[in-house]
C-alpha cells in the first residue's frame, strides 16, 4: 500500500465531487434541475435493472462505462442535449477536461497507468461507440435523459417534441432498445398531448 497513491485517488475523489453540482437542462419529478451525478446514477440503475436482457455483455463494464461516460462534465458542465449539434468539438472538450480531473493519479513524467489508465481507456470506450458494451450504454444514456425529460416538471416552454428524434443513431441498434425506444416515445407523446390542447385553444 503506498501512502501517496492513496493520497492520488482521495484528491481525485475530491475533484469529481464537481459532478454533484453539474446541473442539466431536465428537471426532476419535483421540479428541481437534475444534476449529472444523478443521471450517471440513474444510467448505472438502468444497466442493472436491464442485465437480463443485456446478457451476455459484461455488466461490470457496462457499468463502468455509466459510471466514466460524463465525468469530465465535472470541469466545465453539461453541454444541454438540444444543443450538441452547435458543440463538434464536445467531445474533444470532455476528454481534455477528464485528463485535468485525473491528473492526480497520475504521477508527473509517468505513462497512463493504472486507474487513470483505466479510466481513460473506458471513457475513450465510450466515446469511440464500437464494442457492443459502450454501444448499450450510448443507447441506455439517451434513454435515460428521455426518460427525465418525460418525469421532469419541466418550464412551461420545454421542448418534448425534441424527444421524439434524439439518439434514434444509438436506441434503434438492437431489439432491446427499440422497445425500450417506442415505449419512451409514447410517453413523450402523452406528455406532448396536454401542450397540443393549450396550442389549439389559444
Excluded at 440513474?42 to 461516460?69: N, Q, S
Excluded at 469530465?72 to 442535449?81: L, Q, S
Excluded at 509517468?110 to 443507447?139: F, I, N, R
Aim: with cysteine; aromatic share 4%; net charge negative.
Amino acid at each position: 500500500m503506498n501512502t501517496e497513491t492513496l493520497k492520488g485517488k482521495l484528491a481525485f475523489l475530491r475533484e469529481a465531487e464537481k459532478l454533484k453540482d453539474v446541473l442539466r437542462s431536465g428537471h426532476t419529478s419535483s421540479g428541481r434541475a437534475e444534476s449529472t451525478a444523478e443521471h450517471s446514477w440513474r444510467l448505472c440503475l438502468m444497466a442493472m435493472a436491464f442485465a437480463e436482457e443485456l446478457a451476455p455483455l459484461d455488466l461490470l463494464k457496462v457499468l463502468k462505462l455509466c459510471v466514466v461516460h460524463d465525468l469530465g462534465e465535472a470541469i466545465n458542465g453539461d453541454i444541454p442535449a438540444i444543443s450538441q449539434a452547435a458543440h463538434p468539438d464536445k467531445g474533444a472538450r470532455e476528454r481534455h477536461d477528464l485528463l485535468t480531473l485525473m491528473a492526480p493519479l497520475q504521477p508527473p513524467g509517468e505513462a497512463s497507468l493504472g486507474l487513470h489508465g483505466e479510466l481513460l481507456a473506458l471513457w475513450d470506450e465510450y466515446d469511440a461507440a464500437t464494442t457492443p458494451e459502450a454501444q448499450a450504454v450510448k443507447a441506455l444514456d439517451k434513454l435515460e435523459t428521455m426518460l427525465q425529460h418525460n418525469q421532469g416538471a419541466n418550464p412551461a416552454d420545454f421542448d418534448y417534441a425534441f424527444n421524439l428524434g434524439y439518439g434514434r443513431k444509438h436506441t434503434g441498434t438492437t431489439p432491446l432498445f427499440s422497445a425500450l425506444r417506442e415505449l419512451v416515445d409514447a410517453d413523450t407523446r402523452r406528455r406532448m398531448a396536454p401542450l397540443r390542447g393549450q396550442g389549439a385553444s389559444r
